[in-house]
């Protein structure tokens, strides 16, 4: 017992010292702070001793760490309910005023500041406090964990000692294919990946792997709205695309909508028979979809909700923000990114680089969001989880898939953001030393991107353009841009609490004898809504003589598929080609450049009730790997060829080798969930009452 006492002594002196230490840095900075700003000071104004003034500054440090560590926390849950990056923004002004208060504590009234001169001393004294704490801590375990923890969800259970079966954490790569990924690890960007697969940064020096890297195909439909929900829900039957008309509604879904997601969700439990990968004490972050999850922070599928579910999925913010050191640094890192954007597309304007796409309007805070508030929240969020001994972890980093949709796959600005990717798994794995129970840590993403420029950039029209050409119709002389959808603008729309603002008529168009032309990166989706069936490439030919020819003959287009009464299904190409889909395995057709898996892909979502009349995939370069994307977009995913459809699976070597020629995001969903079954749980439960899940 002696022994224990003494240690705990040693640990309260060491933690003592640290506080000493912060509040003596944290007087310098104010000090020098005086003597630099002019509207702050640390003295009467008739003037006072050295000794005088540091006696105030020390007061005024020590006031301010006081109140920032017992009224912060309060007035982040009073500011709960505010939209998340107003909250951002509302950081300095509380911490301001908080300063300010500390001054006026002061008996002797020396000190006093302009407002405005208040919120940078205060938020520069947060961020060198934080500095200061978070070296100390480095060489002392108990520390860092309890900076974890204080980072980490505040509310977390406090039960007995973790299980001794290890939990799972997956995290999700937004858009890192795996072509990516190796050339990432070839690169040095990410070292953490490397040491996990074995790659040694030293000549010479063997370094065993703890993971395997695997790839897998996604569905014809390749972007996170079919794959999240295949991966999360064990189905995305009838998920032709990321966005796609229903005849039998009228209605516009699109995947990053908030009340589509909840629709999608609610199908995919009735399809699949359970609630998710994640019904059994599990956690959904910065997801599209819970998953079937308890816990639940950033997920789009319950953005609608109010009251007391939507602050339960916004909790993940109070776990960051409530850190005053942590608030500030991401709201600096935020205009430091908003900066680095503006910047970086106008260099490459300025060069003239091709291809690109425009990076204005708010572009740069959408970016600066993805990659910075994001990234943090969704980190933080999982490290309390794991701290907290929760079974099975899911998070979604979107941050890589933002960017490169807008620099490209490859580009500089891309591979930063990889860099940073690799600094957040590092922490993570950090964590799990620290968590009460084992963790293993799989890494996955959800698709890849496909270069090249856009559709409307070679052809100088768009799809919808080109199918009104084909329909007879007077098409405008300007080209109007198809604008880009991507997940982190949902997200944004979340944190605002903002996703009920929808125009009613932009998702439920009337029905007109005009085609609705919709599209998903380099997929395209023609519906006709006045015909209340899909169409037949009868009924079609019948109607508009000249629009299959025009769409299949023209160079920026791959093949199209169509519902035929003779065949079922056809895919037509160039030049009068037309396959029916019981015969592409022998004859592939225009299907040959886009790999093996194209027919089944095809196939299936040929059997889809809401597959749209005419799908049309773009042109396809072998060789480059490029594709044409209907939608503002220099990096897509969408529809097939090249790295878009070829993600990958980062999985622990002491999991089971997932199978070869693994295809389809419900197929993975098998993979995963056998994963949580060999760790000892928790399995996925049979429900009977669907609804209960998907609520």
Sequence with gaps: MRGVGAGRWRRVASQVGRSVTVWVVSTLTMLVLAGILPDFRLQSPTGDSATR?????????????????VVWPLLVRLFLLVPTLVLGLLVFFLNGALLLLALRL??????????????????????????????????????YRRRLYRLADRRRRRGPVGPATPGTVFLQLDGVGHDVLLAAVGQGLMPTVARWMGHSDTPGRAV???HRLTSWRTDWSSQTGASQLGILHGSNHDVPAFRWYE????????????????????????????????????????????GGAEEQALVLSIATRRRSRETRSRAGYFAYFSDPANAVRTALSFFAEVGREIGQSTRTRARKERPRVGRGGLYPLVRAFATVVERDVV??????????????????????????????????????????????????????????????????????QSPGETFRTRYGLTLGDLVRAGCGLPVSRKAERTHSGAEARAAVRAALRRPGKEAREQYRPARGSEPIVLASGNLGLVSFPDVHHRMTKEELDARHPALLTTLANHPGIGFLLVRSEEHGGVVLGPFGTEIPLDQLDDNPGPLADFGPGAADAVRRTHSFPHTADIMVNSWYDPAEGEVLAFEEQIGSHGGLGGAQAKPFLLSP???????????????????????????????????????????
């Design 106 to 143: 002061n008996p002797a009234e020396r000190g006093d500041a302009a407002p405005e001169t208040a919120v940078v001393v205060a938020a520069v004294m947060s961020a060198v406090a934080s500095a200061t704490g978070g070296a100390l801590a480095v060489r002392d375990d108990d520390a």
């Design 53 to 69: 003034i540091a006696v105030t500054a020390a007061f005024g440090a020590g006031a301010f760490g006081v109140l920032s560590a």
């Design 208 to 210: 065993r792997p703890t």
């Design 379 to 448: 980190v933080a969020a999982v490290m309390g989880d794991m701290l907290a001994g929760r079974t099975a972890v899911y998070a979604d980093l979107v941050a890589y898939d933002e960017v490169a949709h807008h620099s490209g796959p490859t580009s500089r600005d891309a591979a930063k953001v990889l860099e940073r990717l690799d600094r957040s798994l590092a922490l993570i794995e950090n964590v799990a030393e620290h968590a009460p129970r084992p963790y293993r840590i799989v890494v996955l993403s959800d698709h890849g």
């Design 247 to 290: 005849k039998d509604r009228g209605e516009i879904v699109v995947c990053n909508r908030p009340t589509s997601a909840v629709e999608l969700q609610q199908r995919a439990v009735e399809q699949a028979g359970h609630g998710g990968l994640l019904t059994v004490d599990g956690a959904s972050r910065g997801n599209l979809f819970s």
């Design 653 to 695: 070597l002491a999991l089971s080798a997932p199978p070869e020629g693994l295809a389809g995001a419900e197929r993975v969903h098998d993979v995963l969930r056998g994963w949580l079954d060999e760790a000892g749980g928790p399995q996925v439960p049979l429900v009977t009452g669907a609804d209960e899940w998907a609520a």
